[in-house]
């Protein structure tokens, strides 16, 4: 899924222009805007979700609720500019004015208006359904079976015709509402289907959990996307995660409803009690991995402030390689899942470069020889996750700017803040040591 | 084979006339099991060391018999903006291309991008000059200090794969 995100005159962003993959990282200094870009793109992927079938001015004002749901209401200013483009919809918020074109609804419409003359469009709506089937994997899925299913009924009336089971011919007055109410279907989760941001602030909603009452009492104001992030949470159906890579033999289990993390078959204690970097990864998981293909309206796309939270570095590295092994973006634009990570962490940035490097040089030993050899078993056994370079996008955001920091020619991250800063420590250390001479 | 065709193509020390080093030749050999090479930094090339102030090690386990090349003040003769690294280590199995950055402080970043530049520019110019390196196993080193812990760099990682890419040899 690729899309574009243009922001001008928002907080501390100037002016900046995204190309949006299917993992995205965003790197720069305390309140460069990045959590905002962030933010944007988790309430812009699916506008349908806060934009209830108004007209301009009540979508204009679901757009600021939506902003100050996100706590970043405030960055909208007078001369603000912000635009969303992708497959599925056009948005944007310039001069003060919303708009929302639904692109692919729209297309779907079109379709639907040539069934008035089915028999005059029916190649038409073949080639164009055929097209966004090659688009959209959910979509082949349901227009694939529709066809079979009527072709299979028409087989006992007329007789079973294999080479025309997926021809324009199988479109009929009978299974065309069906084929457009399907990808009708599929197109309004695509819209409503949102981001789940995954706050920094995760570790504290265990915190919160058993002082909700109080909390709502003493009306404490905490963000809604907190809320929202914690809500999500408690609908998650994840009973057991191993955490392993943490610590040996650690596992979390839910019991009763109640977070638990084992540290043996016996002992365990209550998530709010474990380690700092427990109680950071866990709501991560528990949101990643509350993923059903069959069901609908589950988040399939996570925006993760500060992965690496009370994490030590290979824990990073291991949790970076959990989140790689579970998206599965090859197979479709509206399926695998979407992340965007925010970090401060040298040590995310070169995990998500070795998982950009194994997918080069697993292109370059499949070229070189073939993927049955025994060098490939080896290969895979430790390096079975990777990153494709067209699906990854990373940047830094600094002085109300973007930069890109992914070298498409290498298909590599390449200079940036993290390790200038590293660089830079390094030479005050070796400043002070040539004193000592 | 390597030695004879760098002498043949690349000749003697360029500098006669001012050097100031104890073995003129460019061409040292030694079998210590264990030697040092010093970069003093005073517009001399670099030295072969058994004490004393040093920024690289060479462990000769084996002690076979390893040729260091002077090459930045010696061999290669100065031309303005021809780069070149400091000197270049061989066996009759490996070539080592090194250039030495730890004399000075600061721009850490900018001292390592000036280093693989020196090292690629010393590749392109035994390669252009018909050296035959394909039986070598090759590697390039930039020597630079680094005393508190090292945290990964992208920026590194991605150096190495752009050198390896440009030259076929490890950084």
């Given at each position: 899924m690729q899309s574009r995100l243009i922001v001008k005159n928002f907080g501390p962003i100037k002016e900046v222009d995204l190309d949006l993959r299917n993992v995205n990282v965003f790197i720069g200094p305390q309140a460069s805007?990045?959590?905002?870009?962030?933010?944007?793109?988790?309430?812009?992927?699916?506008?349908?979700?806060?934009?209830?079938n108004g007209n301009a001015e009540a979508n204009l004002k679901a757009f600021?609720?939506?902003?100050?749901?996100?706590?970043?209401?405030?960055?909208?200013?007078q001369d603000s500019e912000v635009e969303y483009l992708s497959e599925l919809h056009n948005l944007s918020y310039k001069n003060g004015t919303f708009s929302y074109v639904p692109k692919l609804l729209n297309q779907i419409k079109k379709i639907e208006r040539h069934g008035d003359s089915l028999d005059n469009?029916?190649?038409?709506?073949?080639?164009?359904l055929d097209s966004l089937s090659k688009q959209y994997l959910m979509f082949s899925m349901k227009f694939r079976d529709s066809m079979q299913e009527h072709a299979e009924q028409d087989t006992v009336s007329t007789g079973y015709d294999a080479e025309k089971v997926e021809t324009h011919l199988n479109i009929t007055q009978t299974n065309f509402p069906d084929i457009i109410?399907?990808?009708?279907?599929i197109e309004t989760e695509l819209s409503t289907n949102a981001v789940l941001y995954i706050p920094s602030e995760r570790n504290f909603i265990n915190i919160v959990k058993n002082s909700a009452l109080n909390l709502l009492l003493h009306k404490v104001p905490i963000p809604k996307h907190i809320l929202l992030f914690g809500a999500e949470l408690e609908k998650s159906s994840v009973n057991e995660i191993d955490l392993g890579f943490l610590s040996e033999n650690l596992v979390y289990r839910k019991i009763n409803g109640e977070d638990r993390i084992f540290t043996s078959t016996e002992n365990s204690i209550r998530l709010g009690e474990a380690a700092s970097g427990v109680q950071s990864a866990v709501p991560i998981l528990l949101a990643v991995y509350n993923f059903d293909e069959a069901a609908i309206n589950r988040?399939?796309?996570?925006?993760?402030?500060?992965?690496?939270?009370?994490?030590?570095?290979?824990?990073?590295?291991?949790?970076?390689?959990?989140?790689?092994?579970?998206?599965?973006?090859?197979?479709?634009g509206d399926w695998g899942q979407l992340h965007v990570y925010t970090t401060h962490s040298p040590y995310i940035l070169s995990a998500l470069n070795i998982l950009l490097y194994t997918n080069k040089v697993e292109k370059f030993l499949i070229d070189k020889s073939n993927s049955t050899g025994e060098w490939y078993d080896v290969f895979n056994e430790r390096h079975s996750i990777n990153i494709p370079p067209n699906f990854f996008s990373?940047?830094?955001?600094?002085?109300?700017?973007?930069?890109?920091?992914?070298?498409?020619?290498?298909?590599?991250?390449?200079?940036?803040?993290?390790?200038?800063?590293?660089?830079?420590?390094?030479?005050?250390?070796?400043?002070?040591?040539?004193?000592?001479k | 084979m390597?030695?004879?065709?760098?002498?043949?193509?690349?000749?003697?020390?360029?500098?006669?006339?001012?050097?100031?080093?104890?073995?003129?030749?460019?061409?040292?050999?030694?079998?210590?099991?264990?030697?040092?090479?010093?970069?003093?930094?005073?517009?001399?090339?670099?030295?072969?060391v058994l004490s004393g102030d040093y920024q690289l090690t060479v462990n000769n386990q084996l002690t076979t018999e390893i040729c260091v090349v002077k090459t930045d003040k010696c061999l290669i003769k100065e031309v303005e903006g021809q780069k070149k690294c400091d000197c270049i280590l061989f066996n009759n199995r490996r070539l080592y291309f090194v250039e030495i950055k730890s004399g000075r402080t600061g721009k850490r970043g900018e001292r390592k991008r000036k280093a693989k530049e020196q090292l690629g520019a010393t590749i392109d110019n035994l390669r252009s000059n018909g050296i035959n390196l394909s039986n070598l196993e090759l590697q390039a080193i930039i020597c630079i200090k680094n005393h508190s812990r090292k945290i990964p760099q992208v920026t590194e990682q991605t150096m190495m794969e752009k050198f390896r890419e440009q030259y076929n040899v490890k950084l």
């Amino acid at each position: 899924m690729q899309s574009r995100l243009i922001v001008k005159n928002f907080g501390p962003i100037k002016e900046v222009d995204l190309d949006l993959r299917n993992v995205n990282v965003f790197i720069g200094p305390q309140a460069s805007g990045k959590s905002a870009l962030a933010k944007l793109f988790t309430i812009f992927k699916a506008p349908r979700k806060f934009l209830k079938n108004g007209n301009a001015e009540a979508n204009l004002k679901a757009f600021k609720d939506v902003l100050e749901e996100y706590n970043i209401q405030s960055f909208l200013m007078q001369d603000s500019e912000v635009e969303y483009l992708s497959e599925l919809h056009n948005l944007s918020y310039k001069n003060g004015t919303f708009s929302y074109v639904p692109k692919l609804l729209n297309q779907i419409k079109k379709i639907e208006r040539h069934g008035d003359s089915l028999d005059n469009n029916r190649e038409k709506i073949y080639n164009e359904l055929d097209s966004l089937s090659k688009q959209y994997l959910m979509f082949s899925m349901k227009f694939r079976d529709s066809m079979q299913e009527h072709a299979e009924q028409d087989t006992v009336s007329t007789g079973y015709d294999a080479e025309k089971v997926e021809t324009h011919l199988n479109i009929t007055q009978t299974n065309f509402p069906d084929i457009i109410k399907a990808i009708k279907d599929i197109e309004t989760e695509l819209s409503t289907n949102a981001v789940l941001y995954i706050p920094s602030e995760r570790n504290f909603i265990n915190i919160v959990k058993n002082s909700a009452l109080n909390l709502l009492l003493h009306k404490v104001p905490i963000p809604k996307h907190i809320l929202l992030f914690g809500a999500e949470l408690e609908k998650s159906s994840v009973n057991e995660i191993d955490l392993g890579f943490l610590s040996e033999n650690l596992v979390y289990r839910k019991i009763n409803g109640e977070d638990r993390i084992f540290t043996s078959t016996e002992n365990s204690i209550r998530l709010g009690e474990a380690a700092s970097g427990v109680q950071s990864a866990v709501p991560i998981l528990l949101a990643v991995y509350n993923f059903d293909e069959a069901a609908i309206n589950r988040h399939h796309s996570f925006v993760i402030e500060e992965p690496e939270l009370n994490l030590f570095p290979e824990a990073q590295y291991e949790l970076i390689k959990k989140l790689a092994a579970f998206r599965d973006e090859i197979r479709g634009g509206d399926w695998g899942q979407l992340h965007v990570y925010t970090t401060h962490s040298p040590y995310i940035l070169s995990a998500l470069n070795i998982l950009l490097y194994t997918n080069k040089v697993e292109k370059f030993l499949i070229d070189k020889s073939n993927s049955t050899g025994e060098w490939y078993d080896v290969f895979n056994e430790r390096h079975s996750i990777n990153i494709p370079p067209n699906f990854f996008s990373a940047y830094q955001i600094k002085d109300g700017g973007a930069e890109s920091i992914f070298n498409i020619v290498t298909g590599l991250i390449s200079d940036n803040y993290i390790d200038e800063a590293t660089d830079k420590m390094n030479d005050d250390f070796d400043a002070l040591m040539n004193l000592m001479k | 084979m390597i030695l004879k065709a760098l002498k043949e193509k690349l000749g003697d020390c360029k500098f006669t006339g001012i050097s100031l080093c104890e073995h003129k030749s460019p061409y040292h050999h030694i079998a210590e099991k264990l030697f040092y090479i010093h970069d003093a930094e005073n517009n001399q090339p670099v030295k072969i060391v058994l004490s004393g102030d040093y920024q690289l090690t060479v462990n000769n386990q084996l002690t076979t018999e390893i040729c260091v090349v002077k090459t930045d003040k010696c061999l290669i003769k100065e031309v303005e903006g021809q780069k070149k690294c400091d000197c270049i280590l061989f066996n009759n199995r490996r070539l080592y291309f090194v250039e030495i950055k730890s004399g000075r402080t600061g721009k850490r970043g900018e001292r390592k991008r000036k280093a693989k530049e020196q090292l690629g520019a010393t590749i392109d110019n035994l390669r252009s000059n018909g050296i035959n390196l394909s039986n070598l196993e090759l590697q390039a080193i930039i020597c630079i200090k680094n005393h508190s812990r090292k945290i990964p760099q992208v920026t590194e990682q991605t150096m190495m794969e752009k050198f390896r890419e440009q030259y076929n040899v490890k950084l």
